[in-house]
């Protein structure tokens, strides 16, 4: 089905020969941006957050009846590694229930090689921090490498606290329940209380298509950013639950094909929608419109989806109506499978593809090590147990580049600040007046789901959720239950806040990675998507491929924020970072106007600008 193509474009003419005169400086994530994207209420931001604070709890509760020692960590882990739906959760069990073997019997063995041995033990320890590093910055072990190295580095640093005649044993028992107990219950609650893949897949394209209904009504600055924000997302997350859905076994191939198409469509609506909302829209045209999407929305928040959808009668003088209303018949068609073979995809093997030749996977785990180390020697020379949590948060809080660790210090401190305030301040009015399991549990269950909310929000805070249940779970979780000690909390707060400032100090004053230096790659993928939408013939290849340029946008745009973060001894270029601003903005509209005009003139203008900004 063709797309009209009007005679003139609403949108202006930006030339690579224009100067850029953008007055507006350039800004990081400001107070008011941050508190928006705290409050936001994502659908199923509410019930993600609910599960994972359940998750979080039972956790807490299952070590309280096995008497785990240092409950903060396995609940930590829980937080770490809770997914949204149940064959993710339950995936993710069962695989931490498989390394854990692995592990124990890796930590067996060093155990048996550093008992005794100091210097065994700071010699294991480096290079079990560089090689967890370098895993996480050049594997598909990324997400949980860290996790891994931390449970591993974590039970070592320990062991001097357990009785030596019976070391070994309890060692391997306790690291088995950090990794077991998460596993077990992400594996059996999250059966329970988790919703479909296929569920959460059709809600999020209800939400877009909600989304789109409000923009269509007349949208405000604030709808319009949360739209923005839903956009850049792109189909990734949809994606990723069909796919899921798909190992479930019990959904028709047919079903996940026309529900994969309509995850693509649901974001070439939006992007529709937000084009009617900048160019104008008729009244009668956005009611018809409108009319059509609430139904489509109620059938997708029903867990299914529309077939055989009328075109809505929308007036010609519309492009961007006329475009919505073309798409909608197609919106749940999968495309007709080509007669020509396609290529074979290119397998990605474990590692990155410059796993072995990039200088910055090896740096990075330099650095890393170098963290834990003078965590560990502060550790050990201040003779100051209390403050283990130091060597915890390196781990957790180690990033590639100069401005993400910037950017993210401020989430960093704030989220230790309000969780250990949370955990001091349980300490002194809460637990003294509690009697019972029941009402320790209701506290870990209220401070959990404010710390799960944040987390499952948009991920420039969700570090921020992360670390107000770091800095809690680890001052109000001893031994095995709760603590009404004061020095505690307190030394385990200063710990995580001693982890963060060597993290930090490390990562930016040693082979400092800026991120300007990827700008270029993310540019010139833009310029590529940008490309493959203009090729785009039919309906859902249109659709597919906005949602890549979405995806490619909102890589560039962050990438953007990182660099703006950085010291400003590294910001050489003022002018041109705000030409590369005001570029990407253009090409958002861009993307949008290529669903309503696909052959453009000025594409030409646009990517070159795009490639000239590569450098």
């Not at 550093?114 to 997400?143: N, Q, R, W, Y």
């Not at 798909?246 to 047919?254: Q, S, V």
């Not at 270029?520 to 340029?549: C, F, N, V």
């Not at 949008?592 to 990517?607: C, F, G, Q, S, Y």
Request: aromatic share 8%; net charge negative.
């Amino acid at each position: 089905m063709a797309l009209p193509v009007p005679e003139t474009s609403p949108s202006p003419d930006f030339s690579d020969q224009d100067v850029i005169q953008d007055a507006s400086p350039l800004r990081t994530l400001g107070l008011a941006r941050i508190w928006r994207l705290i409050w936001d209420p994502a659908p199923g931001r509410l019930g993600y957050a609910l599960r994972m604070a359940a998750g979080c709890t039972t956790t807490v509760l299952v070590g309280e009846i096995w008497q785990v020692p240092d409950l903060g960590v396995p609940a930590l882990v829980t937080m770490a590694l809770w997914q949204k739906d149940r064959v993710t959760n339950a995936l993710v069990g069962v695989l931490v229930n498989i390394v854990v073997v692995f592990l124990l019997l890796l930590i067996y063995g060093l155990i048996k090689i550093t008992l005794d041995h100091a210097m065994e033990l700071v010699i294991v320890i480096a290079l079990l921090s560089f090689g967890f590093f370098f895993l996480g910055s050049a594997s598909k072990l990324k997400p949980v490498a860290y996790m891994f190295g931390l449970i591993i580095v974590f039970g070592l640093v320990v062991i001097d606290q357990v009785p030596v005649g019976e070391v070994i044993t309890r060692a391997i028992l306790y690291t088995d329940l950090f990794l077991a107990v998460p596993g077990a219950v992400m594996i059996v609650l999250g059966m329970l209380i988790c919703p479909s893949p296929r569920r959460v897949l059709t809600d999020d394209i209800a939400a877009r298509l909600l989304m789109a209904c409000r923009l269509l009504r007349g949208a405000d600055d604030r709808t319009r950013e949360q739209a923005t924000d839903m956009l850049r997302i792109g189909t990734t997350d949809m994606m990723k639950s069909a796919k899921m859905a798909g190992l479930e076994k019990i959904w028709a191939a047919k079903d996940l094909a026309c529900l994969k198409q309509s995850a693509s469509s649901s974001v070439a609506v939006l992007a529709l929608a937000d084009e009617a909302d900048r160019t104008g829209l008729s009244a009668e045209d956005a009611a018809c419109l409108i009319a059509t999407l609430e139904k489509m929305a109620a059938i997708f928040a029903a867990g299914d989806y529309p077939a055989d959808i009328e075109r809505p009668t929308v007036s010609a003088a519309s492009p961007a109506a006329c475009a919505m209303a073309d798409m909608l018949p197609e919106f749940t068609t999968p495309p007709a499978e080509s007669t020509k073979a396609a290529p074979p995809e290119k397998k990605s093997g474990f590692f990155a593809d410059d796993a072995f030749s990039n200088p910055e996977h090896v740096r990075f785990a330099v650095k890393g090590t170098a963290g834990v180390m003078l965590s560990y020697l502060a550790f050990m020379v201040l003779d100051w147990p209390g403050i283990h949590t130091c060597i915890i948060t390196c781990f957790i809080v180690a990033l590639p580049t100069m401005g993400e660790m910037v950017s993210k210090l401020t989430l960093r401190i704030s989220g230790a600040l309000v969780g250990g305030t949370i955990g001091i301040g349980s300490i002194i009015f809460v637990m003294p007046y509690l009697d019972g399991i029941t009402g320790f549990l209701v506290l870990i269950f209220v401070v959990s789901l404010l710390a799960a909310w944040v987390k499952t929000g948009d991920e420039r805070i969700a570090y921020a959720g992360f670390q107000i249940g770091l800095a809690f779970y680890l001052s109000d979780l001893k031994g095995f239950g709760p603590t009404s000690d004061m020095e505690t909390a307190r030394d385990r707060i200063i710990g995580i806040m001693l982890g963060n400032f060597i993290t930090y100090a490390m990562f930016t004053s040693f082979w400092p990675a800026t991120a300007r230096d990827r700008i270029g790659e993310g540019l010139r993928k833009l310029a590529e998507a940008l490309q493959r939408q203009s090729q785009a013939l039919t309906p859902q290849a249109r659709a597919e491929a906005i949602a890549s340029t979405q995806s490619a946008l909102s890589e560039s745009e962050r990438t953007l924020e990182y660099v703006m973060a950085e010291p400003i001894n590294t910001r050489v270029d003022l002018p041109r970072l705000r030409e590369t601003k005001q570029a990407l903005a253009d090409a958002g509209c861009l993307s949008e106007d290529l669903l309503v005009t696909p052959e453009r003139a000025d594409l030409t203008n646009h990517t070159a600008r795009l490639e000239r900004l590569a450098g």
